[in-house]
DNA sequence: GTATCTGCAAAAGGTTTGCATTTTG
DNA sequence: CAAAATGCAAACCTTTTGCAGATAC
């Protein structure tokens, strides 16, 4: 094989029902002896059911909600792990904190809003087509890429 | 109009002359009554001259050649001023320190070794389509994009 | 029981800021 | 000469790290 570019959801095993979507991180969790702490499965929950795109901040102010002693790092620490395994995906957005998602954990564009920071999802399939051609183009063994959108979403134009 | 998407080369007067560039920046200056210093010039030279998407460190140190008592806050502020004005181009590459762009400063791809740090652009016209697809779409009004692919390089592959 | 994880605090970048001094136009 | 830029150091933010004590398996 040419490169060794992520796939897409049907290949990837990534679901719309955030539980399902948990049962996986966890099982890839243990598969390689990984603990599963009461502060790691909050956060886990999390990043599987949020559609939001948190960031560690907003993260971390949710987990204590449930666990008052948790600290920062154990939230950096975890979400580094998810991010090594492939199982989180982290979306720089140049201002500020990283913002992760747990639900689809493969390259994808967002679309984010200026104002408000909104950040939604785009779809766009021939995504996968443009990354070989530049791979080819290029002679680059292209494995990742990162595509995201700026303006003013509806609500925040006015 | 519908957005204010940059535009391209053509439109935007980037030239591969890097002097007829640099020209045009210092117009950009004097026409908003900013002052020509000679670590700013210094700074424009190396924004306008160099290809290879240099960061604020390199550029301080090739400044600091030519005028030893440059400090890196001068760079910043250079740097951030002409971002401002739309004169360069801020590329973040998720690790470490963002690179710079004075020679074409309107967005576009570029393709970056996760070995050697390489930067290249690529070319792709078919990007102002889908950035007014993603506006239509998702009624975001979009003002700009990021999008770099990551891989190793030809060379670092081995 | 032992390897792993947590929580704390300190450190580490990278970038920004405040302000007195110097310089440009 | 007035407005703006420089240079220095301190401040800032986000993220990482080291390590002693706690905990999962």
Redesign the pocket.
């Known amino acids: 094989m040419e490169n060794s570019f992520p796939k897409h959801p049907s290949a990837v095993k990534v679901m719309d029902d955030s539980g399902v979507r948990l049962n996986h991180i966890l099982a890839r ?2 598969e390689r ?8 499965m909050a ?1 886990l929950k999390i990043l599987a059911e949020s559609r939001d795109h948190p ?3 907003e993260i971390y102010a949710q987990v204590r909600s449930a ?1 008052p ?13 998810l991010k090594g395994l492939g199982e989180v995906l ?1 979306v ?1 957005t140049r201002t ?3 913002r992760y998602d747990g639900g689809k954990p493969y390259p994808h564009p967002h679309v984010i809003c200026t104002g408000c920071r909104a950040m939604i999802d785009f779809e766009e399939p021939a995504l996968d087509d443009l990354t070989r051609q530049v791979a080819e183009k290029t002679g680059y063994q292209i494995s990742d890429y990162q595509f995201d959108f700026f303006g003013l979403c509806p609500r925040c134009r006015k």
């Open positions: 969790l243990r002896d990984f603990r599963i702490t009461p502060q790691r956060i960031t560690v901040e666990f002693t948790t600290s920062l790092a154990t939230v950096y620490k975890t979400v580094t792990l982290e720089g500020g904190s990283s």
